[in-house]
């Protein structure tokens, strides 16, 4: 069973309410806010997999397609002393992912716990919120409070962080 299905087959059998939606592969945040089911009032997010210099410690980081993203700003939040972009292996090592396809969704394949999941609070809006599920070929959305209220606590360890204090 691919990592799609997986995630679809665990989204249905919670009984969580999502739409979802396949297109063509995308690799940007440009790429997926065109498309079609990137409505006015849909929040994509910018997720990107970070590491300490040991690779001891990796961190699935969610924001604003378009904030600034600053390690180093991150990287005093979490009380890591740096951090860098992880590489190719280590999301394929970690998550058995691809780069394009990184979601939070993605927890659910991080059975030894490994990763991290921190959110920034900017994602929290009114409306909707979009992922891939763990495949650039389809996107769910959910109400953002069906993903903070029914879907956040299946995927394991989590934080908060508000990046717009710094």
Known sequence: MSHREEVIKRLRGAGIPFA????????????????????????????????????????????????????????????????????AEDLTGLLGLYSGSLSPLAKWFDTAQHVLLVLDRAICRDGRIAFHPCDNTATVIFDQSVFRQLVLPQLGNSIWLDTNEQ
């Not at 979802?20 to 690799?27: A, I, K, Q, S, T």
């Not at 390690?71 to 002393?81: E, F, I, P, R, Y």
Request: proline share 6%; charged share 20%; with cysteine.
């Open 20 to 87: 979802y939606y396949e297109h063509e592969p995308v690799y940007s945040m440009e790429e997926c806010l065109a498309l079609p089911c990137a409505e006015a009032d849909v929040t994509f997010c910018k997720n990107i997999l970070l590491c300490n210099r040991q690779k001891t410690s990796y961190y699935l980081y969610v924001t604003l397609p378009g904030k600034p993203f600053r390690t180093a700003q991150v990287s005093k939040l979490l009380g890591v002393s740096r951090l860098s972009f992880a590489d």
